[in-house]
């Protein structure tokens, strides 16, 4: 695992995601820090219960997120084992169904959201935070990166 994903695995999983489980997430997420949310999946080996923090942008119904590690992220994985899952949004808890996002254009401005939504988070991919990242700087990303969609269908269980 190289040094950026180890220091997020840690970051995440002794700070993130205890306070999105206590509650306090809508104390996290702002523009310098991102928008965050939780995302709680199933393993797909093991079955447990599995708790990963992702930036995170609403448009038009829907919620988006990216794989920023790419098809390799084992979060991801378990999603497309079962594509049923919660979210701990800042504003609460919602259920919900994940697919990727086919759609060239659609994942292109869904990208460019999550991008401005990532506060510093957008350095480690070469940005400058709250200026505008033309089409041809995030279709590397495009490329390793899938953009999913999450479609609400309910009210989750929470932390």
């Not at 995170?56 to 084992?81: D, E, P, T």
């Not at 506060?119 to 200026?131: D, N, Q, R, S």
Request: aromatic share 12%; hydrophobic share 45%.
């Amino acid at each position: 695992m190289n040094l950026m994903r180890r220091f997020f695995w840690f970051l995440n999983r002794f700070f993130m995601v205890p306070m999105f489980r206590l509650g306090m997430g809508p104390f996290i997420g702002n523009p310098v820090t991102g928008y965050i949310m939780v995302i709680k999946t199933t393993g797909r080996i093991t079955g447990k219960t599995r708790y990963t923090p992702v930036n995170y942008a609403l448009k038009n119904g829907f919620v988006y997120c990216v794989a920023g590690f790419g098809k390799v992220s084992h979060w991801y994985r378990n999603l497309k084992a079962n594509p049923s899952l919660e979210l701990i949004l800042p504003s609460g808890p919602i259920a919900g169904v994940v697919e990727e996002v086919s759609d060239h254009n659609e994942a292109l401005e869904a990208a460019r959201q999550l991008l401005k939504n990532s506060g510093f988070a957008v350095i480690f991919e070469g940005f400058t935070p709250f200026k505008p990242i033309p089409n041809e700087k995030i279709e590397p990303i495009l490329k390793r990166a899938p953009v999913l969609r999450i479609r609400p269908s309910g009210v989750g269980s929470g932390a």
